[in-house]
Nanobody, 118 residues
Framework: QVQLTESGGGLVQAGGSLRLSCAAS????????MGWDRQEPGKERELVAR?????????ADSVKGRFTISRESDKSTSTVYLQMNSLKPEDSAVYYC??????????WGQGTQVTVSS
């Protein structure tokens, strides 16, 4: 298992930028992938972006060209970032960091609110 600490998020005007960070500690050597999902009230959680241990990246079609996921790791910590540019009101949601372990267990962060005003 890993422990996740999220930061970033907040309120921004349409067209603005935000950066989310999520630091994982614990059994980081067993991490297969890290990423971000988001959830709007009354809707299902959806994938935003994911990056694997060998840097294969997946983006939701709705964020391609605007969001960039990246990661950095050392012996004790793995951190995933989500740089969000050209934000739109429809990007407003609670963003959840997630870590997929080898063996398919998934750990979730507590979520951080992103609100984009028009």
């Amino acid at each position: 298992q890993v422990q996740l600490t999220e930061s970033g998020g907040g309120l921004v005007q349409a067209g603005g930028s935000l950066r989310l960070s999520c630091a994982a500690s614990g059994r980081v050597f067993n991490i297969y992938a890290m990423g971000w999902d988001r959830q709007e009230p009354g809707k299902e959680r959806e994938l935003v972006a994911r990056i694997t241990r060998d840097d294969r990246i997946t983006y939701a079609d709705s964020v391609k060209g605007r969001f960039t996921i990246s990661r950095e790791s050392d012996k004790s910590t793995s951190t995933v970032y989500l740089q969000m540019n050209s934000l739109k009101p429809e990007d407003s949601a609670v963003y959840y960091c997630n870590v997929i372990m080898f063996g398919a267990d998934t750990n979730w962060g507590q979520g951080t609110q992103v609100t984009v005003s028009s």
